[in-house]
């Protein structure tokens, strides 16, 4: 038997599962390598715990980095805007999603058509004190993102949300910002980019995914959430533990009140694999399905 929360639970009574931001946290922030990661994904992997990949990333930059993580569950793209299922994942296409290129896709998010549409109509009427992903040039792109020119390309190719690199003041975009949500449609700032995406967000779908889950199997599903930086907080705020990863570059985002909460020594993806091995450690306060 193992405790949680006071409570004891036989471990095959609880079903866990761990999403994760990838940038910062599952790769390193100046090298973006997984490799610190790897052996505690593989023995996540053989103990039947999906690590369910949640991030601003696209579908396409997602499916080589999944490839990378030798990942086959569930993703959440785009800051929440879609969530892709293999066929066949679950005994039957959960409902509501629609069927494209061997995926059940849920969207909770917005179409970037219905985004471009909204941004063109209000350039018009307002200063655009940014430069949009969609208007800017692979150059531009890698200049401002530090991709190669094939990553950049591949970011571009969005569905569900519109980066924006700010350029305008505080005020411009406190101003903005109310003329997006009153279009029914949202911000999100991101490490780099001001993000436009529909009325979602990665907490609200990680929890979607996590009811669909429990859709199909009588144990009681469970969520571990990481992330390192501001827009992962509504992820992390929905998780039963919370681990905010240490990054390099900025300290730990606020999160009061969270009831399990780690926040890691090490950056990174080092700083991912010891909180994972710290919860799953036998005489941890969490359950111990994992062994070294």
């Known amino acids: 038997m193992t405790q949680l929360n006071g409570e004891a ?3 095959t009574d609880i079903q866990w599962l761990i999403a994760s931001d990838l940038d910062g946290t599952l790769l390193d922030h100046f ?12 023995l996540l992997e053989s103990n039947a715990v999906p690590v369910i990949l949640n991030s601003s990333k696209t579908r396409d930059e997602m499916l080589a980095l999944r490839q990378a993580l030798n990942n086959q569950h569930p993703f959440i793209v785009e800051n929440g805007s ?9 005994p039957q296409k959960p409902e509501l999603a629609r069927e494209d290129a061997g995926y059940w896709i849920l969207e909770p998010g917005a179409r970037r058509q219905d985004i471009l549409a909204f941004l063109a109509k209000d ?3 307002n200063s655009a004190p940014y430069l949009n992903f969609n ?9 401002a993102t530090g991709l190669t020119d094939h990553e950049a390309q591949r970011a571009n190719q969005r569905d569900y949300s519109e980066p924006l690199l700010w350029q305008g003041d505080e005020q411009q975009k ?13 911000t999100l700032q991101g490490g780099r980019f001001l993000h436009v995406l529909g009325q979602t967000d990665k907490g609200r779908a990680t929890n979607l995914l996590k009811k669909t889950y429990q859709n199909y199997t009588r144990r009681e599903c469970r969520l571990i959430a990481s992330g390192d930086g501001p827009n992962d907080l509504d992820m992390l705020s929905v998780a039963d533990i919370a681990i905010i990863v240490r990054s390099p570059a900025h300290p730990p985002p606020d999160l009061p009140h969270h009831p ?14 010891d909180a994972i091995g710290e919860i799953f450690a036998a ?3 969490y359950p111990a399905l994992m062994r070294n």
């Open 31 to 42: 090298s973006y390598s997984h490799q610190p990661a790897d052996a505690t994904l593989a």
């Open 135 to 143: 208007s800017a040039s692979t150059e531009e792109i890698v200049a």
């Open 174 to 186: 406190l101003a903005f910002t109310a003329r997006v949500n009153a279009a029914g449609f949202s």
């Open 123 to 125: 350039a018009q009427k």
């Open 283 to 285: 005489g941890s306060p």
């Open 9 to 11: 639970h036989s471990e």
């Open 82 to 90: 879609a969530i892709f299922i293999p066929q066949g994942y679950f």
């Open 260 to 273: 399990s909460l780690l926040i890691t020594r090490e950056t990174g993806p080092q700083g991912w694999a």
